[in-house]
């Protein structure tokens, strides 16, 4: 592909979710947001919570999906996610995040020792709730 495009498949546990052409695309990450573009060197990481957004060629829409943990490769301009889940925003009602919820569990939180074996668990909820109200909006 010469155009500047590769390809995008994101996979869960249901299956298939997204596949496209695409011209780029941001994956959420540990140490940051990860950017690909076509021929990107070879790459394995792992992805965390959050939203991956990326730009469909076909008509140069921007379109977003959540991902929720997994790992990422890129291979011979094929981008390849494997989130333990996919959330869509049409498969997203805003009212299923509340702003109280939200608050509530960063609160309990901040209440948490970094060290203490529940934060990691709370943390990851947090973080998919704050992405789910991101992406419904």
């Known amino acids: 592909m010469s155009d500047g495009t590769f390809q ?3 996979f869960s546990g249901r299956g298939l979710e997204v596949e496209a052409t695409v011209s780029d695309v941001t994956v959420p990450s540990e140490s940051g947001e990860l950017g690909f573009l ?13 939203v991956t957004q ?3 060629a076909a008509d140069a829409s921007e379109k977003k999906c959540l991902v929720s943990g997994g790992i990422c490769t890129f291979n011979n301009n094929v981008l390849t996610l494997l989130a333990d889940t996919v959330d ?8 299923k995040v509340s702003d109280d919820e939200v608050a509530l569990l960063e609160a309990e939180l901040e209440q948490l020792s970094l060290y203490e074996p529940e934060w990691e668990v709370l943390s990851q909820k947090v973080a998919r709730l704050q992405a789910l109200r991101t992406l419904a909006h």
């Open 54 to 56: 990326y730009t469909d």
């Open 38 to 50: 076509q021929n990107h060197c070879d790459y394995v990481g792992l992805i965390s919570t959050g």
């Open 88 to 95: 869509k925003p049409e498969e997203i009602a805003s009212s």
């Open 8 to 10: 995008l498949k994101v």
